[in-house]
Structures are given as C-alpha cells and as structure tokens.
C-alpha cells in the first residue's frame, strides 16, 4: 500500500552532517504523519522525529536543536537534516508513515533502514 525507500545514510565524522531522505509510493496522498526512528545495537527502537501532513513536528529531546525534519507533500519525500552528529547517534535509522482511519486507529509502513555511523 505504501512503499517507502530511505536514502542518505553512510559514515561521518563527530560534529559532521548528514541528510536522509525517505521516498513514499503507491497510496502516499493518505498519509498523515511521517518520521524517523532508529535502533542501536542492543538498544529498542526510538522515534527521532515526526512530522504531520501540515507541518507540525515533534522531536526526541536529544535530537532538539540538532536535528530537523522536513517534508515535501508534492515529492512525498521526508527529510531529516542531521547536524552535529554524536557517537550517540550511531543507528540505523527507519523511515515510517502513519496512515489514519476510522476502522483501525491507523496503519504504519516501515522503510529498509539506513545505516548512519558517527565515528572518528
């Protein structure tokens, strides 16, 4: 139904910047809110940031100030700028939309992840 493909990942320095990217397909125009989470080895699986169909966003705390999403409705793309990277943000990071209804509170689809690594 909805078919998402991530983009952007790769090996950066502490204090570097990387881009991700998260291309949505097949029935894209439902969806209502897109983010990124990300799971580090021996870690659960953490929402970074979310962004809803209008704009609204909401972010992990660690992630404040450093981090920002953006979405383009006619690409039915998402973003997420990441600035200066930690160690701590060694991930992969899965791009994920939410698609809301009246028959079930919503439905999620999940990208294949991204590996993003902070390292010196």
């Known amino acids: 139904q909805v078919q998402l493909v991530e983009s952007g990942g790769g090996l950066v320095q502490p204090g570097g910047s990387l881009r991700l990217s998260c291309a949505a397909s097949?029935?894209?125009?439902?969806?209502?809110?897109m983010g990124w989470y990300r799971q580090a080895p021996g870690k659960e699986r953490e929402s970074v940031a979310v962004?809803?169909?209008?704009?609204?966003?909401n972010y992990l705390d660690s992630a404040k100030g450093r981090f920002t999403i953006s979405r383009d409705n006619a690409k039915n793309t998402v973003y997420l700028q990441m600035n200066s990277l930690k160690p701590e943000d060694t991930a992969v990071y899965y791009c994920?939309?939410?698609?809301?209804?009246?028959?079930?509170?919503?439905?999620?689809?999940w990208g294949q992840g991204t590996q993003v690594t902070v390292s010196s």
């Open positions: 994920n939309a939410k698609v809301y209804g009246s028959i079930v509170r919503y439905r999620q689809y």
């Open positions: 962004i809803s169909s209008g704009g609204r966003t």
């Open positions: 097949g029935s894209s125009s439902s969806i209502d809110v």
